[in-house]
């Protein structure tokens, strides 16, 4: 076994611009080898394995290995918190080598009740943010800038920052409709930056020299983040190990379509607007969308050198983010969106849930997705769900609630 944290091996495969062209998405149930994949045992035990190899060789870069050991350390917990409704915790997560960065999981529970249903996923710009309890860390490393309380040119985060964008993950509406909620700093596991000095990828002796093309990118580590996440809730006697949604905004709907991907543990995935990249799929229809070679040029350190490669071609991809979403199968996936950020491509995102059907319906789901694109504000509870509301990229109060919605559905 490789060692821990380091990516796994995947078998070797061609060069992208020596790929077939192929203008339609590629059928997710005919293998390379073009062998027509008919049933579940053949799915999950040929396909299944195949496409996550291609998404981590084309893509996001290898799959880190589980790492051999994480602690838990609660650094507070106060159980009067969330308006006496809740029990709010941070714990700190640690990982077998002592170089590694750690992980400060950010946790609101309801009190006096079994094990609940609880989303997890990334933030953008510390725990701190998102309450103005004071006992909750601010980050210490590298944050971007422009966040409220972030120190002007230093990019360090201060506690003037503390409950600015509660907004975006309203800790109590979540714990009073029911659910408990985990979150961590993304830049804990990797800043949003190029450059391998800082992060997971710092540990890794290969990001030193030439990293290899199919290097393990940043958000394969923000997914790695939530596996972590949900290492530890899976322990944890408050939360219900079976009842685990995981949920992520824009760079981090990516982050939560790839974990929710890549760990059966999850039981129900949210990508919230998370087009290109996540949901949205490359080989893209609508002008106004994020195109791949924009996102891998602005964004490069988000996917691996082989995805850059097919920016001047997308029909090279030997898969399209439909795949993605049929590796979840037959798990729920939500892909929420908003009506003013065409850039995430709502419509195409219904077009990728539609291509990922044929998979769910495997599973003896027979209608896993509207039948026609659903209506501005109004909830396609399908296992393949969508939803898409007025207004512009942000994640709100009300979105919640669509997500929450959902999960009476699905994890109730
Ligand atoms: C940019 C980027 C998107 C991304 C978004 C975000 O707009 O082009 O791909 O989703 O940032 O993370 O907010």
């Known amino acids: 076994a490789p060692p821990a944290g380091s990516p796994v091996p995947l078998p070797a495969f061609p060069p992208p611009d020596t790929l077939p ?40 870069g290898r799959f ?37 960065p750690k992980l400060y999981l950010l946790i609101a529970a309801p009190n006096g009740t079994p094990p609940v249903a609880c989303f997890v996923g990334p933030n953008f710009g510390g725990n701190h943010l998102l309450t103005a309890h004071e006992q909750v860390r601010v980050p210490t490393v590298w944050v971007p800038g422009g966040y409220p309380g972030v ?9 003037e920052g503390r409950g600015k964008q509660a907004d975006t993950w309203p800790l109590q509406q979540i714990v009073e409709s029911g659910y408990a909620v985990a979150t961590f700093y993304c830049g804990d596991v990797q800043p949003d930056r190029p450059g391998v000095s800082e992060g997971m990828r710092a540990t890794l002796p290969a990001a030193k020299d030439a990293p290899p093309a199919d290097e393990t990118a940043t958000v394969m580590w923000w997914a790695w983040g939530c596996h972590r996440a949900v290492d530890f809730l899976v322990t944890d006697p408050r939360t219900d190990a079976k009842r685990l949604a995981v949920v992520g905004h824009s760079r981090l709907g990516k982050t939560a379509l790839l974990a929710g991907a890549f760990d059966d543990r999850i039981a129900v995935v949210i990508p919230h607007q998370s087009g290109c990249g996540g949901a949205g799929p490359s080989r893209s229809k609508n002008p106004k969308a994020e195109p791949v070679k924009r996102i891998t040029t602005v964004f490069p350190h988000w996917f691996c050198a082989n995805f850059r490669a097919f920016g001047d ?48 319906r495997l599973y003896g789901d027979a209608r896993p997705v509207a039948a026609k694109l659903p209506e501005t504000g109004t909830l396609a509870d399908e296992r393949l769900g969508y939803f898409v509301r007025a207004g512009k990229h942000s994640m709100t109060p009300d979105d919640w609630k669509v997500f929450t919605r959902y999960a009476d559905k699905w994890l109730k």
């Open 64 to 100: 880190p290995a589980k790492p051999e050991k994480v602690t838990a350390k609660v650094l507070f917990e106060d159980t009067k918190a969330l308006g006496g409704k809740g029990t709010l915790r941070e714990v700190e997560l640690t990982f077998g080598p002592p170089e590694w």
């Open 313 to 360: 071609d997308t029909t090279k991809i030997p898969f399209d983010q439909h795949s993605l979403v049929a590796i979840c199968a037959p798990r729920p996936v939500l892909a929420t969106n908003a009506d003013d950020d065409q850039w995430a491509n709502p419509p195409g995102q219904f077009d990728v849930l539609t291509a990922a059907a044929p998979v769910y």
């Open 151 to 159: 120190e002007k040119g230093t990019n360090r985060a201060t506690a």
């Open 21 to 60: 062209s192929t203008a339609e998405f590629p059928d997710p149930l005919v293998m390379r080898d073009g062998t027509k994949i008919a049933t579940k045992k053949d799915w999950e035990e040929k396909r299944r394995p195949e496409l996550k190899e291609l998404f981590q060789h084309y893509m996001y």
